[in-house]
């Protein structure tokens, strides 16, 4: 488990700062048609959505409402890689409190929590929203 703590942990920094160096470079929404129309760029956002889906297929059967189910959707969507390792080192820091093992992890169902996906999705909304400033207002 301590593997996953660190490889989590190293997803979720690692994310962060190329999210951070991206948005110091140029906005959001300031990718170039050339970009934008290119086929691997749409093959690869396409593989990663796709991606982020069927992991929120387990975090859906892992969650117990559908509130936290739609918002960890939303979350994972808006934020990605760095929702997946969020996601994973909760799970991995309760199975520490819950002393489950790391079957617990994969295959114990939880009350479902909305708290934590709702301010997470509030947070990706204000970001996408600052980004599509220079966008929007051009």
């Not at 960890?72 to 760095?82: D, V």
Request: glycine share 8%; aromatic share 16%.
């Amino acid at each position: 488990m301590s593997a996953l703590r660190l490889w989590f942990s190293f997803v979720l920094l690692a994310m962060l700062g190329v999210i951070g160096w991206a948005s110091s470079r140029c906005a959001l929404f300031d990718i170039p048609r050339e970009v934008l129309t290119h086929p691997w760029f749409i093959a690869t956002l396409l593989d990663a959505y796709f991606a982020f889906i069927a992991f929120w297929v387990w975090v859906a059967w892992k969650e117990g409402t559908i509130a936290a189910r739609v918002l960890w959707l939303t979350t994972l969507l808006l934020w990605g890689n760095p929702a997946v390792a969020g996601y994973m080192l909760l799970e991995l820091a309760r199975v520490k409190r819950d002393q489950g093992g790391l079957d617990a992890v994969f295959t114990v169902r939880r009350p479902g929590r909305a708290r934590l996906p709702a301010i997470l999705t509030l947070l990706g909304i204000a970001v996408y929203a600052l980004g599509a400033k220079s966008f929007l207002f051009a």
